[in-house]
């Protein structure tokens, strides 16, 4: 049994899973925050709060990394931690530096750091020689207009240090782009109280379908558990709206993205993590579109273990112990798996789900979670606005990505306006 420091977690498809990862091992967890309030709410679909399973929870200013690092290495010197780790996109760096800082398991904190600025990545893969689209980092509105110019339309502006698609639109013309660069300059503050970096990356639009591959990393090699195919909608937006794993795509085209997501690991000088790593298969070969170095989100990680067995929160949990991952596949009876998400497309507050029971009534139905009635709806922009999912195994082949497309299309959310 081992002992983890938990950083600022609980927070999408992780909220479950990881506490499932670390119970299911045996181990023991002492839970970190700034703020005890932001989670002190109800535990996902009624189960126990994860916090109940603590054996402390500890408060201190995790926005503040040189002070985190102190208060860590005092609690360190009582408590004795045998890894930490987080499911926080936003903690991921502070993360590696408490490893790097105890001496425990983990991967570089310049690594980490790479792979979190999108900004960063672009140009480490670049200077690897990894093909990619061209780019610009632009810090003001002259420079975003002058880059513009200079890349031609269309064009993808992203902030370099967002997640969950916040704010990444496609722009087709100048005007696009200033109500695009606009919205990026008033968020300056991001969902964990952190100021963000006030640039922007310009990408050129890439073609193609798009897949994440799913890695664990460890010893020095990345391993390949899978490739996810995944479905985007919401334009200009670019929302997730489902994926199925393992992706329906020829040997050739698995075979080009495995090797891309492997190249870039190396480039980035990624170890001793879980990655998930996306990909668009453009007419010109496999290009990245961002490298995640933690599980992937949006359920893929349960999509993975309900076809293959292999459980990537728990994977997550051994290597952030120094602790080679179980990774063997085994029969689960299911072919392939896949998830849609419910997105709205209006604002407003919800009042029902119509056709919910007969969709979980229905066969090869893994998991139905819908939002329930009274919650406040937005038109989604990003992956944070879902109301809610279904999840589908086929245990012939390919055939769960149309299976839950067709349950989808019966739930009918009934928004009033506010």
Known sequence: MAHLLVVESWVGSMSRLLPRALREAGHEFTFLTRDLHHYLRSAPEGTAHPLLAARHVLTTETNDTDALLSFVERAHEVLRFDGVITSCDYYLRAVARIAEGL???????????????????????????????????????????????????????????????????????????????????????????????????????????????ETVSYGGAAHVVGVTDKSVGGAPAFVETGHMFPAALDAADVEAAEETARRALKALGLDSVVAHTEIKLTSGGPRVVEVNPRPAGNRIT?????????????????????????????????????????????????????????????????????????????????????????????????????????????????????
């Open 103 to 213: 001496g425990l398991p983990g991967p570089t904190s310049e690594a980490v750091a790479n792979a979190c600025r999108k900004d960063a990545t672009r140009r480490i893969l670049a200077e690897a020689g990894l093909p990619g689209p061209r780019f610009a980092v632009c810090a003001d509105w002259a420079g975003v207009t002058a880059s513009a110019r200079d890349l031609g339309y269309p064009l993808v502006l992203k902030p370099v240090d967002l997640c969950a698609g916040m704010f990444v639109r496609r722009v087709d013309d100048e005007t696009e782009l200033a109500h695009a660069y606009r919205a990026v300059a008033g968020f300056p503050v991001n969902a964990r109280g952190q100021r963000r970096e006030p640039v922007v990356l310009l990408e050129e639009l890439l073609d193609g379908p798009e897949v994440s591959v």
């Open 302 to 418: 349960e999509l993975v273990r309900h076809v293959t067995g292999v459980d990537l929160a728990g994977a997550c949990v051994d290597v952030a112990l120094g602790r080679e991952p179980d990774l063997t596949r085994r029969a689960t009876g299911l072919a392939s798996a896949a998830i849609g998400f419910l997105v709205p497309d209006e604002d407003g507050v919800l009042e029902a789900v119509d056709g919910a029971d007969a969709v979980r009534a229905a066969d090869g139905v893994l998991e139905v979670q819908l939002a329930e009635p009274r919650k406040a709806v937005k038109a989604a922009g990003s992956n944070n606005e879902y109301l809610g999912h279904v999840m589908v195994g086929d245990a012939q082949g390919p055939g769960a990505r149309g299976r839950v497309e067709a349950l989808l299309a019966q739930l009918r959310p009934r928004v009033a306006a506010r």
